[in-house]
């Protein structure tokens, strides 16, 4: 059954439209496809292939991806290019003086929206993210790169169309949806709302975020920085139980 929605003018299937919006937007040199193992970006890699459009796909390595989707990209989509940044997540927070929040989020600049610099890049944003999100256009300019623009062909699917989309056409996905994570973002990124499960999950990534705290708050004193934590552990138990709203910003001594 196709993956269709009720309107004014009767059913629409979506896959068919998304299909459209590939086909009628595709640039001569074809389109640059922003991978990221997820859920989202298999539906768009898999609809480019439905569309018959000219595409390469990219993976960006933040270095602190989720082990299980790293090796799930390189088991089930071998032919995706890997890039990796110039810097490690763990330099990048040194180099910066302070973690990432959700209003400073410098590491996905960073990290994860270098690449399609001059190209039309397909991604897998949807307006049923997040607020934030709903903001966005179908198509649309790139704020922080002139020569770069966006498609979002499945901008208005839910998630549920998302999952039908899999499966249907019985598509292999990353095993953490299954453990009950429903994004595979970085680990403990900014904009997590499950930090312990992080944690728990991936106590290796959590330790190497407290020796690069440590590392931090020394290189800080070091410049004559302010810092009222004492040890990377005291700075990251209130880095994971931080205001999501980053309100605590300009009390905490650490910008």
């Known amino acids: 059954m196709p993956l269709v929605e009720l309107t004014l003018w009767g059913e629409r299937d979506k896959v068919k439209v998304a299909i459209e919006r590939l086909q009628a937007h595709e640039p001569q040199e074809g389109y640059y496809l922003a991978f990221s193992g997820g859920k989202d970006s298999q539906c768009i890699y898999h609809l480019a292939e439905k569309a018959g459009v000219k595409f390469d796909a990219h993976y960006q390595i933040t270095t602190v991806d989720p082990p299980e989707l790293v090796q799930f990209i390189h088991k089930q989509y071998p032919q995706v290019e890997r890039h990796h940044p110039e810097q490690s997540m763990w330099a990048l927070v040194e ?26 890049v397909v991604t897998g944003v949807r307006w049923a993210e997040s607020v934030r999100r709903s903001k966005r256009r179908m198509v649309e300019p790139c704020m922080n790169d002139g020569r770069k623009s966006y498609l979002h062909p499945i901008i208005d699917w839910t998630d549920e ?24 973002g970085c680990v403990l990124c900014p904009n997590e709302t499950h930090s312990e499960k992080h944690i728990e999950r991936w106590p290796r990534i959590a330790a190497q975020y ?19 934590f004492k040890t990377g552990q005291e700075l990251f138990d209130w880095w994971v139980q931080r205001d999501k709203s980053g309100g605590e910003r300009c009390t905490t001594g650490v910008v």
């Open 210 to 228: 407290v020796r690069t705290f440590d590392r931090v708050i020394k290189h800080r004193l070091a410049v004559g920085k302010r810092c009222t």
């Open 95 to 120: 180099s910066h003086y302070f973690p990432p929040t959700r209003q400073q989020r410098y590491c996905c600049k960073e990290l994860k929206e270098t690449g399609g610099s001059g190209r039309v």
């Open 161 to 184: 169309d998302v999952w039908e989309f899999i499966r249907t056409e019985k598509l292999l996905y990353c095993s953490l949806y299954d453990e009950g994570f429903t994004r595979l």
